[in-house]
């Protein structure tokens, strides 16, 4: 009887995968780089059998990171429940620590039909337990439209909501040097990111003095899609929820303006009172996920 190997391969690309291995990825590599930014070089680990490819895995590899996120991670329908999938892991594990990573990680979403055996499989593996990090709401221009949204919010003095599109250049750059200087907002709340994907249309700045003090960037997802996933207001314009409320009434009303069908809306588990909103104002209106996290420190 043969046996099964593990092979890694490295320097490869997101083109390479998509256009050669795409049926053995999980989640689906295709659909993934439409929300999310996959740089090159990426790393791989493969399992055969019979010279036949039955699991691969895919991570991060960029070596000015000292960690690497596995991205997609299959295992062939009829090889389940043989062990490959833990062994994987642990190859997977090992190539990342030989090669100078000192932590891994992963996300599971709750809709995917092997989330718990995946959460399983990964504590068993050593690795943290799996903590929500944030939900997403799907839904559609049509169910929105059925929300019963409250009239214009009546924002207190100085506050504005304007588009994104209207925000100067200088006040870009002063916004990036305030960031240098204190630190203000977080990474991944960045409205510089994913500047290619942005819908213009919806994606709002607030403003506080005339100073900008937050936005809710808004991006496309697919030709049909646009995800709410940047929500940010600093830390003392938060006294309540208003004004992120009517942010997220505008540019909804401006998605169903513009004739875009579909809504993905993120929200960060580390905001309960906007979570609970969405649940209260959303939950009936569409469908929901929610996205979980987990990490193993390697080289211990």
């Given amino acids: 009887m043969s046996e099964y190997t593990y092979k890694a391969s490295f320097n490869m690309t997101v083109e390479f995968v998509m256009e050669n291995l795409e049926k053995y990825t999980f989640p689906n590599i295709r659909k993934q780089i439409q929300s999310v930014d996959i740089k090159n070089p990426i790393m791989a680990v493969s399992v055969t059998k019979d010279d ?11 070596s000015g990171q000292s960690h690497s996120e596995i991205f997609s991670f299959y295992i062939d329908p009829a090889h389940r429940n043989s062990g490959i999938g833990s062994e994987l892991l642990k190859k997977t594990e090992q190539v990342l620590t030989q090669k100078g990573f000192d932590e891994v990680r992963c996300f ?20 943290d337990e799996p903590v929500k990090l944030m939900q997403i709401f799907k839904t559609d221009t049509k169910r929105v439209g059925s929300i019963p949204w409250k009239e214009d919010v009546e924002l207190q003095e100085n506050y504005e909501i304007i588009p994104w599109s209207w925000v100067s250049p200088e006040e870009k750059k002063q916004l990036l040097d305030e960031q240098a200087f ?27 003095n005339n100073k900008i003090i937050g936005w809710l960037m808004v991006y496309w997802n697919s030709a049909d ?24 009434r505008k540019a909804s009303l401006l998605q169903i303006e513009q004739g875009v069908p579909n809504i993905l809306w993120t929200v960060g588990h580390e905001n ?26 390697l080289g211990f």
């Fill in 272 to 297: 309960p009172l906007l979570e609970q909103y969405f649940e209260k104002k959303f939950g009936n209106f569409g469908d929901k996920a929610i996205i979980y996290g987990s990490s193993k420190k």
């Fill in 52 to 62: 036949n490819l039955v699991g691969l895995s895919i991570s991060e590899f960029n």
């Fill in 225 to 248: 899609t646009l995800e709410y996933n940047n929500l940010f207001i600093k830390k003392e314009f938060r006294e309540s929820l208003k004004v992120p409320m009517e942010m997220i």
């Fill in 108 to 127: 599971i979403w709750s809709s995917w039909e092997s989330s718990e055996a995946t959460k399983r499989l990964l504590v068993k593996q050593g690795w």
């Fill in 182 to 208: 204190s630190n203000f907002f977080p990474d991944y709340l960045s409205p510089f990111h994913n500047q290619d994907k942005i819908a213009f249309h919806p994606s709002l700045a607030l403003k506080f």
